[in-house]
């Protein structure tokens, strides 16, 4: 097998791309953060509340900073995650009526 690029230039780049990856998440505006974690939800119907209280009780979610990045935008993250997982909790628990909350494809009810 012939790769174009080192394991360490590869290493590196995905280093990179993980850290842009991050600082944007850390950086965004919590209803950014609460839009992208209910679309992340949407996108593959896998029992909605299961994973919230998962990534809530969890906290899965520490695991994502780069390793020695600021410590303050670590910590924004975090709140900002914890925050935004309460919200969309609260809103799939109140789902529009009429709406099964635990199925994040079904189709909106037709206009009338």
Not at 39 to 48: K, L, M, N, T, W
Not at 62 to 69: F, G, K, S, T
Not at 102 to 109: D, I, N
């Amino acid at each position: 097998m012939n790769f174009r690029f080192t394991k360490e230039v590869a290493e590196e780049a995905l280093k990179a791309a993980h850290r842009e990856v991050f600082v944007s998440l850390a950086l965004s505006t919590l209803k950014d953060l609460v839009a992208r974690v209910q679309q992340y939800i949407r996108s593959g119907c896998a029992q909605p509340a299961e994973l919230l209280a998962s990534w809530a009780d969890s906290e899965a979610y520490r695991v994502l900073p780069p390793a020695q990045d600021d410590p303050l935008t670590v910590k924004l993250f975090m709140s900002n995650v914890k925050i935004a997982l309460a919200i969309v909790e609260r809103s799939w628990r109140e789902g529009p009526p009429g709406r099964d909350p635990l199925c994040a494809s079904q189709l909106p009810p037709p206009a009338q």
